[in-house]
């Protein structure tokens, strides 16, 4: 069996604490004894995962969750203070923008020293030299200092001589996000050719569309711990509905109840996904079951709605919309069944809203919901599938 080109083993990384002029010397010995000082800042926490030659796997998650200490780490940049990391084969890294480069020499004289870096020969860089300004294709910009280049130009040059070495692992962090359209698609399209070859890559994005595009698995870190780890449509989908929950500008709609609310919902469930949160397929069917109450014998107006997790509407349908009138059951309750046969809707975090209205349908007294995920394999755009089929004359 092939042994994996990256593995990692309960890697942790704590930052030791600050400390006052006197409080320093204490601070050094327990650096010294215990190997680190009491306190400090815990950005990884026992983070253990494998990269077989020829895989890709992505980096997710959040601002601060240690994608990039992480990345960092596994390329000698930073040392973890616990845990083990084996590597083999040759590794090129694209990491923070300028890395490695000389802003004060020429682009052209920083291509030859990374490449030297990245072990090339002499001889090797200038056979290869014009692939590679083609490929950065900065022009006579080559020429002048680092330190005059834009962002996008110092990816270009960094890319250019990755490209060059083609590497056994290639490990990037967000550089596809700097530069034009056109020279991400070229840095896109060289990194299929790459992977197609039997290259193996660690990236970290926040753009999920590459992630999925790219990358066959993914782990996502949270507060410096591992929260999943596996398919990258299972956990990039995870990542996605957490993140639109997160991120909702909404309140809980339960803690939007008006007091004294007349006409009440008093439940909502899915029949068949009783505990927690439903994870349903595309195209699947699924059944909501609502109770309400009414405080003087009148039949409330039902509003059902679908909200994607960030709170945007996908549809909604009222009850006397569709010349529904509810009937009171002998506890007084109305309960009603709404069915959905195929709910098409992309893969992402999602909730059923309903509201409860007066019988003139002009009020809202009372709002309750339950979120669901819908989950796939799939790389369409947007919220909805639509019917479609392509069609060339």
Request: net charge negative; hydrophobic share 40%.
């Amino acid at each position: 069996m092939t042994s994996p080109l990256l593995r990692l083993e309960g890697v942790s990384k704590v930052y030791p604490p600050t400390v006052q002029a006197g409080k320093r010397f204490r601070a050094f010995l327990q650096l010294l004894l215990r190997g680190s000082a009491s306190g400090g800042t815990r950005v990884l926490e026992e983070i253990s995962f494998e990269v077989p030659q020829g895989q890709s796997m992505a980096v997710i998650g959040g601002n601060g969750a240690g994608k990039s200490t992480l990345l960092k780490i596994v390329t000698g940049v930073l040392a973890p203070t616990t845990g083990t990391i084996e590597s083999r084969g040759s590794t090129a890294a694209l990491l923070e923008l300028g890395a490695g480069f000389d802003v004060e020499y020429s682009g052209l004289n920083n291509l030859r020293m990374n490449a030297a870096f990245l072990g090339l020969s002499p001889d090797q860089v200038e056979e290869r030299l014009d692939d590679i300004l083609a490929f950065a294709d900065i022009g006579d910009s080559i020429h002048e200092p680092v330190k005059h280049y834009s962002s996008g130009m110092v990816v270009r040059l960094g890319f250019a001589v990755v490209a060059a070495v083609r590497p056994d692992l290639l490990i990037t962090d967000e550089v596809l996000a700097v530069g034009d359209e056109s020279f991400q698609k070229k840095c896109i399209r060289w990194i299929e050719n790459y992977l197609a070859d039997g290259g193996t890559l660690l990236m970290v994005s926040h753009n999920m569309y590459q992630v999925q595009k790219l990358c066959r698995h993914a782990i996502w870190l949270d507060g410096g711990r591992v929260r999943a780890q596996g398919d990258v449509f299972d956990v990039t989908q995870a990542y996605l509905a957490w993140h639109e929950r997160k991120d909702a500008a909404e309140t809980d709609a339960r803690q939007q109840r008006e007091a004294g609310a007349l006409y009440r919902v008093t439940d909502l469930a899915f029949p068949g996904h009783e505990t927690g949160s439903p994870i349903l397929e595309t195209g699947q069917s699924l059944t909501v079951d609502l109770r309400l109450r009414s405080p003087d014998g009148r039949a409330p107006v039902v509003l059902v709605g679908v909200v994607r997790a960030d709170g945007t509407p996908v549809y909604g349908v009222a009850s006397d919309q569709d010349g529904l009138e509810l009937a009171a059951g002998s506890d007084g309750a109305y309960e009603v069944e709404l069915h959905f046969p195929a709910l098409n809707l992309l893969p992402g975090g999602y909730a059923i809203r309903a509201h409860a209205l007066d019988p003139e349908g002009l009020r809202v007294h009372d709002t309750i919901e339950q979120e669901f995920t819908v989950s796939g394999r799939t790389r369409e755009l947007g919220m909805v599938r639509l019917d479609h089929e392509w069609r060339q004359s």
